[in-house]
């Protein structure tokens, strides 16, 4: 429990002073499209095929941090940064060294409580190798169509 609200208070910290590439619309678009996307994925992953779960199985609220202010903040860093005027190879080493932390940052999550939250059941590292870059191209194109409806 600890390594969640010290990750909390550092992303949300990080977030709050660099400076944005992105508006205020986009920002509160991103952190509710991640809290319903995340939940909508975790419901099946953790709560029916127990794959992971954050502190305990099942429903609880001790998660609810991570569910909504731990990971839209990331979204927002990760989309604040993106080259997305840059070629594709630049496109795609950003993508990689985002999946390397997170996958690095999982694995340190995974520590023993109070540090860790983080628990797999039949999940592995590996699947998340797999999903983390699917997942940030759906945040992607999820941006991109805000945008599109800005200027509509």
């Known amino acids: 429990m600890i390594g969640l609200i010290l990750s909390v208070i550092a992303i949300n910290t990080i ?3 660099v400076k944005k590439n992105l508006t205020m619309n986009q920002m509160v678009h991103i952190w509710f499209f991640t809290i319903s996307f995340q939940l909508t994925f975790d419901i ?3 709560l029916k095929y127990h794959g992971y779960w954050y ?7 001790e998660a609810f941090p991570a ?9 927002i860093l990760f989309l604040n940064w993106f080259p997305f005027k840059r070629s594709f190879m630049k496109k795609c080493l950003y993508l990689a060294i985002w ?5 690095l940052y999982e694995s340190i ?3 023993p409580p109070p540090w860790g939250y983080f ?3 039949w999940w592995r590292l590996e699947y998340s ?3 983390d870059p699917i997942l940030l191209l759906i945040l992607i194109g999820y941006y991109k169509w805000i945008q599109v409806i800005e200027k509509k």
Do not use: H, R, S
């Not at 502190?55 to 609220?61: F, P, Y």
């Open 44 to 46: 099946f992953i953790d």
């Open 109 to 111: 999550v995974q520590l």
């Open 55 to 61: 502190i305990t199985k099942g429903i609880d609220w």
């Open 129 to 131: 190798a797999v999903f």
């Open 67 to 75: 569910y909504t202010i731990l990971v839209p903040p990331v979204n």
């Open 15 to 17: 977030v709050f002073f």
């Open 119 to 121: 628990e797999y059941g």
């Open 99 to 103: 999946v390397g932390v997170i996958l």
